[in-house]
């Protein structure tokens, strides 16, 4: 619609009959005060304005008018009987278009202009419209990448409090994201760590999984960068999904040497422990068949008879160790607490040991103050331990002459130590001798065993309430000692 503003109606009238006979729309005002009010009603394309009025001038109208944000756009042509100066024009009226048309009116120039003025209005308005669409489509893109900001600084949080290795990888393949743990194992937080030779190398592994899109994982040795060794880490990578597209992926290395560790250990033991039961039991096969054969021809039969019996009871101490390793698992193994002398304890379980070594090449010494005193504690499980000390002290000294039974008591404590003048405990070695399945390299070939019998013994004086340690000296011999409380 346009708006013409005259203070005389006749020439509102030639003006407005010429526009409406162009197809116009047209609105009237007759002073510059009613034209003011009717802008703000109403939306025009074109204002033709009269300079020369009563009250408001054309002038002022249009400077009113560009202090509107509404109407500022609107372009207009000015009616003026002289053809004043522009400079009188309003400084702020920047983006609307702006005319001079001097009176008398040449219809056929007016409407060419208002013809220009009205299409440069509609580009204007449907310019605006373009202009606010992508303002939108602006804003809305910032508020989804501020969100997604606010997510990727969660995630980082997240993967930074957790135990683990963890590290985020674009589609490409590229690392984008690692957490501190992460300089453990590698020196650069766009590289992987380094990977034992035997095992796959990460990005190979990434490549072969990125086409799918699907979560993986792998177990593989990765080397600290600290003390240079491998270690086993469980690696597992889950796509993040963006609709069906994946965008980025997240890692994480847990650290599982340790189980890697108990699982060999178990392996090895399983395979000593069955190694164990078959030689004793091969050898009892073997005096059977040969008392079979005596038997026959009546001879003497007693030797294969006691050798048999040997192996027996070989047999029944390593299964009888065997199930007291089930029953610290369950926790079922239970001691009795009955009072006794602990001398005579000792006396007895030196006794059992020179009865089943039959061709001891050493002595047993006593050394220190007799425990004649009354303990109440578990009498069998305490010679269990005792006769463990004993037949290590023995096994692992072997060509040496003594092995020194030392006693006492200290701090409401009676102890027992076993000392032998044999191979040895290596210093880093000596904190593990208690630990399950647990045996010293440097000897595990020479000697046979299970690693459990220092294990069990640890258990049992626990139970006493007791403590227990070992010292030791390459070459020159160990010490192993126990102490249970007196009351
Ligand atoms: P094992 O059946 O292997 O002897 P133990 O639990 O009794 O199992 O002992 C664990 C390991 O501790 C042994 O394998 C051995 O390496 C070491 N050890 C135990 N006693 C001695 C000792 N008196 N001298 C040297 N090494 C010992």
């Given at each position: 619609m346009i708006l013409i503003v005259d203070d005389k109606p006749e020439?509102?009238?030639?003006?407005?009959?010429?526009?409406?006979?162009?197809?116009?729309?047209?609105?009237?005002?007759?002073?510059?005060?009613?034209?003011?009010?009717?802008?703000?009603?109403?939306?025009?394309?074109?204002?033709?304005?009269?300079?020369?009025?009563?009250?408001?001038?054309?002038?002022?109208?249009?400077?009113?008018?560009?202090?509107?944000?509404?109407?500022?756009?609107?372009?207009?042509?000015?009616?003026?009987?002289?053809?004043?100066?522009?400079?009188?024009?309003?400084?702020?009226?920047?983006?609307?278009?702006?005319?001079?048309?001097?009176?008398?009116?040449?219809?056929?120039?007016?409407?060419?202009?208002?013809?220009?003025?009205?299409?440069?209005?509609?580009?204007?308005l449907a310019l605006n419209e373009v202009k606010k669409r992508l303002q939108q489509e602006v804003e809305s893109r910032k508020q989804a990448q501020e969100e997604l900001k606010i997510k990727v600084d969660f995630l980082h949080m997240v993967l930074e409090t957790i135990p683990q290795i963890a590290f985020t990888v674009d589609s490409n393949g590229q690392i984008t994201f690692v957490n501190e743990n992460w300089f453990k194992y590698s020196k650069s937080p766009v590289d992987f760590p380094e990977v034992h030779p035997e095992?796959?190398?990460?990005?190979?592994?990434?490549?072969?999984?990125?086409?799918?899109?699907?979560?993986?994982?792998?177990?593989?040795?990765?080397?600290?960068?600290?003390?240079?060794?491998?270690?086993?880490h469980l690696l597992r990578i889950i796509p993040l999904k963006e609709g069906d597209m994946v965008s980025s992926w997240v890692g994480t290395f847990t650290d599982i040497e340790d189980q890697k560790q108990v699982e060999n250990k178990k392996d090895e033991f399983l395979s000593i422990a069955s190694h164990e039961l078959k030689t004793p039991l091969t050898s009892i096969k073997a005096y059977i068949q040969l008392l079979e054969r005596l038997v026959k021809q009546e001879g003497n039969v007693s030797t294969y008879i006691h050798r048999a019996q040997d192996q027996v009871i070989k047999l029944e101490s390593l299964i009888a160790d065997l199930l007291d390793i089930s029953k610290i698992e369950n926790g079922k193994l239970k001691v009795n607490f009955v009072s006794f002398d602990l001398e005579n304890l000792i006396g007895n379980a030196i006794d059992t040991i020179l009865h089943t070594h039959e061709h001891l090449d050493m002595v047993i010494e006593r050394e220190g103050e007799p425990l004649s005193v009354e303990v109440n504690a578990d009498a069998i499980r305490i010679e269990q331990v005792l006769i463990n000390f004993l037949t290590n002290a023995i096994k692992y000294s072997p060509g040496s002459e003594k092995v020194i039974v030392q006693t006492g008591i200290n701090d409401g404590q009676a102890f027992i130590k076993v000392k032998d003048f044999g191979i040895g405990i290596p210093k880093n070695k000596q904190e593990y001798v208690f630990s399950k399945f647990y045996r010293v390299e440097e000897s595990s070939v020479k000697f046979q065993g299970l690693g459990i019998g220092l294990y069990i013994c640890a258990e049992i004086i626990k139970q006493h309430h007791g403590t227990y340690g070992v010292e030791s000296e390459e070459g020159k011999g160990t010490t192993f000692y126990f102490s249970i409380p007196l009351n």
């Open positions: 020439n509102i009238f030639s003006l407005r009959s010429l526009l409406e006979s162009k197809g116009f729309q047209v609105d009237t005002a007759l002073s510059g005060e009613e034209a003011l009010k009717n802008v703000l009603k109403k939306d025009y394309a074109l204002i033709i304005l009269d300079v020369q009025m009563p009250g408001m001038d054309g002038f002022e109208v249009a400077e009113t008018l560009a202090g509107y944000s509404k109407t500022k756009e609107i372009p207009i042509i000015f009616l003026s009987a002289v053809n004043t100066d522009k400079k009188f024009i309003t400084k702020g009226y920047a983006s609307g278009g702006i005319d001079y048309i001097t009176k008398p009116v040449d219809p056929d120039i007016l409407m060419l202009k208002v013809k220009t003025f009205y299409r440069l209005y509609e580009q204007t095992d796959t190398l990460i990005n190979i592994l990434f490549e072969t999984h990125i086409e799918s899109g699907e979560p993986f994982e792998a177990e593989i040795r990765i080397r600290n960068v600290i003390d240079k060794t491998y270690h086993f």
